[in-house]
């Protein structure tokens, strides 16, 4: 529970040093409320690649890079704290936090997840978790189909991007399925 609360003041700072954009105050409430699935990392790399990561950047830090946010759902960008929310709704999924603001407060260093990475899991859980996330990402992708038939021009980009990240996972998940299933003994198909 201290964890958590950690956590929650780190959101809590890191809204006085963003800019003024209705996107990240409404990435941040999200994030608030999965405190459970987000983990600071002091950098993406640190990151599961698999799952959601974000970087954030200060308004003095930004000056080099010029962009406040960088969002990647497995290997895809996501362009907009909007459509990062929209992606992660429906998915229960690790997130990793990356900021950069300059020299590392206190609050910061207190929520920063260790650097070496989680211990994998079971590969029999592994590939019943890759499945239902195929699946996850199939239901997606039928309901963007679907949508864009229908033809709502407002949503048109949106569903374009939602459909092409959710092809592509499913081209990855497949991927990984196949190492997995090859790497197990006996017939797990």
């Not at 959601?52 to 290997?75: D, K």
């Not at 374009?160 to 006996?186: H, I, N, Y």
Request: charged fraction near 30%; aromatic fraction near 6%.
């Amino acid at each position: 529970m201290e964890r958590q609360r950690e956590k929650m003041v780190a959101l809590m700072q890191l809204s006085r040093l963003l800019p003024q954009h209705p996107g990240l105050f409404m990435l941040l409430g999200f994030l608030a409320a999965r405190l459970h699935r987000l983990h600071f990392v002091a950098n993406p790399d640190q990151a599961d690649p698999q799952a959601a990561r974000i970087l954030l950047a200060t308004p003095h830090a930004r000056i080099w890079t010029g962009r406040w946010f960088r969002a990647w759902v497995g290997t895809a960008e996501v362009p907009d704290p909007v459509i990062l929310i929209s992606v992660l709704a429906e998915r229960d999924t690790d997130i990793y936090l990356a900021l950069d603001i300059g020299p590392r407060p206190a609050w910061l260093e207190a929520v920063l997840a260790p650097a070496e990475p989680p211990a994998p899991p079971d590969p029999r859980e592994r590939l019943e978790e890759l499945r239902a996330r195929v699946d996850q990402a199939l239901d997606i992708y039928n309901e963007c189909r679907r949508q864009l038939e229908q033809g709502d021009p407002s949503r048109r980009e949106e569903l374009e991007f939602l459909l092409d990240l959710a092809r592509r996972e499913v081209e990855e998940l497949g991927r990984e399925l196949q190492r997995l299933k090859q790497s197990l003994p006996g017939d797990e198909g």
